[in-house]
């Protein structure tokens, strides 16, 4: 007998909204979201007999299910932070910084002027964007400017990772098995999860993509941590263990693209020269932008690209005989709803499954956000991702903390990983909304860190 996902989830609001009463506030909002995504089931599926039930979206955009993963732990912050932390929250004043994140968050209901058949849906899609994305970021903004605040969120990102590899030890080599056991159905459990040593495991996660993220984000930060020596410690493990055993367990969870994402942007984490990274950070952003507008321009066919590129032609075969065929599935997929999701290009269609027309979904959250909301959503979803980024490597560092740099640097980096993921998949780790709202805040706006306990050092 399972576990109600339904008891699971709303369990934890009562749980995350102790946690704030109990530990130190940044303690407790960081074990909320992190604790919660790692631990809680996504939501309460409605079982299906398809081994791929397409249909099926992430937790990250508002579709049929509201009572999710990133809803509740959403409703636990905000909660917990009203009741025991009112003070710290009536200190909270909005900036530019904050546009993106609002119009996110209202862009579900200036859909819905342009389709007002879609105003019931509006308020639902309004309500779970705020909850979802909008409580982490403002929590991040809040709790998270600091460089001691931004370190211990850095860490949790590491020890998460750490938490998970017996989970991920455990289902390479029996399958994803574990959240089946605990809350029975899991949609995508078994897609792709064969691999060449073993199986590729999920946790209680959304897929196994999403694992590897999880993983890989993990080891850059732990490898970076070891290079500038941010933290010779986790949780009394020395930093070069723990990044070792993630490099490792990464390499074995067999994701391919959160593999080949951790080692392009990780040199990127441990540049020296701020000139070279600001560069950097901004030919990534271009191209991430450019790739995006090339895929909604839908003029060239990469499939046809492909087919008479050497180069292109030869990393695709390469793929292909390695038993990797999910990259040309995926473009091929953007390629065809593309001139759906163009039909309302502003605004979009209001619809979470606006792709039914066609024989399936897409799998790029970029591509469902311009199908859902309209290049106005993509706007603002861009920004979200790119803001934190630039601010990070931009601003001047602060002469008393000769480390900051190096910390928002590979925090940066870490974005980008799920920024360039985000083009391909439709599902993002959401707890790294945490880090993001604490990266667009202006450094010199910050105020001074307060003393930490030992409990917040997580040493």
């Not at 080599?173 to 159905?185: D, E, N, S, V």
């Not at 930093?239 to 040199?267: E, N």
């Not at 900051?404 to 590979?410: D, H, N």
């Not at 202006?442 to 860190?449: D, G, N, Q, V, Y």
Request: include cysteine; aromatic fraction near 12%.
């Amino acid at each position: 007998m399972h576990l109600s996902p339904i008891a699971a989830l709303l369990a934890w609001i009562p749980a995350g909204i102790y946690l704030l009463r109990r530990f130190p506030v940044r303690v407790a909002i960081l074990a909320n979201f992190f604790g919660g995504w790692a631990l809680l089931p996504g939501a309460n599926y409605t079982p299906s007999t398809s081994p791929f039930p397409y249909w099926i979206l992430g937790v990250a955009l508002p579709a049929n299910y509201f009572l999710t993963k990133a809803s509740v732990t959403g409703i636990a912050a905000i909660a917990g932070v009203s009741l025991f932390h009112f003070a710290e929250l009536r200190r909270f004043r909005p900036h530019l910084c904050d546009l993106p994140m609002a119009l996110w968050c209202i862009v579900p209901l200036l859909s819905a002027l342009a389709h007002p058949d879609t105003f019931r849906g509006a308020f639902f899609g309004a309500a779970y964007l705020t909850l979802a994305w909008g409580v982490p970021w403002t929590m991040g903004r809040l709790f998270f400017s600091t460089f001691d605040s931004l370190l211990l969120a850095a860490k949790v990102t590491v020890i998460s990772g750490l938490c998970y590899i017996p989970i991920c030890l455990v289902e390479i080599y029996c399958g994803p098995r574990i959240y089946a056991f605990l809350y029975g159905y899991q949609p995508y459990r078994w897609v792709g999860a064969q691999r060449y040593l073993g199986f590729r495991p999920i946790g209680f996660l959304e897929d196994g993509n999403q694992l590897g993220i999880w993983m890989a984000v993990a080891t850059l930060i732990a490898v970076s941590f070891s290079v500038h020596g941010l933290a010779p410690r986790i949780l009394g493990l020395p930093v070069k263990w723990a990044a070792s055993l993630l490099a490792v367990v990464t390499l074995l969870c067999q994701s391919v693209g959160s593999i080949l994402l951790l080692l392009f942007l990780l040199p990127m984490a441990l540049l020296k020269r701020r000139f070279v990274m600001r560069s950097l950070v901004t030919l990534l952003i271009m191209a991430i932008m450019l790739f995006a507008l090339f895929q909604i321009s839908n003029r060239i066919s990469l499939r046809a690209f492909v087919k008479e590129n050497h180069a292109a032609h030869s990393f695709a075969a390469a793929l292909t005989g390695i038993g990797r065929h999910s990259l040309a599935w995926r473009i091929a997929r953007e390629e065809s709803d593309m001139a759906l999701a163009m039909r309302s290009p502003w605004l979009g269609s209001g619809k979470w499954n606006w792709w039914q027309d066609g024989d399936s979904r897409p799998w790029s959250l970029w591509l469902l956000v311009l199908g859902m909301y309209g290049l106005v959503g993509l706007l603002a979803f861009g920004s979200i991702l790119f803001l934190p980024i630039l601010r990070s490597v931009w601003s001047p560092a602060d002469e008393r903390q000769p480390h900051e740099a190096s910390l928002r640097q590979l925090l940066a980096a870490a974005i980008l990983v799920i920024a360039f993921d985000n083009l391909l998949n439709g599902a993002m780790i959401l707890p790294y909304l945490v880090l993001m709202g604490g990266l667009a805040t202006k450094p010199s706006s910050r105020e001074p860190a307060p003393s930490q306990t030992p409990l917040q050092r997580l040493r």
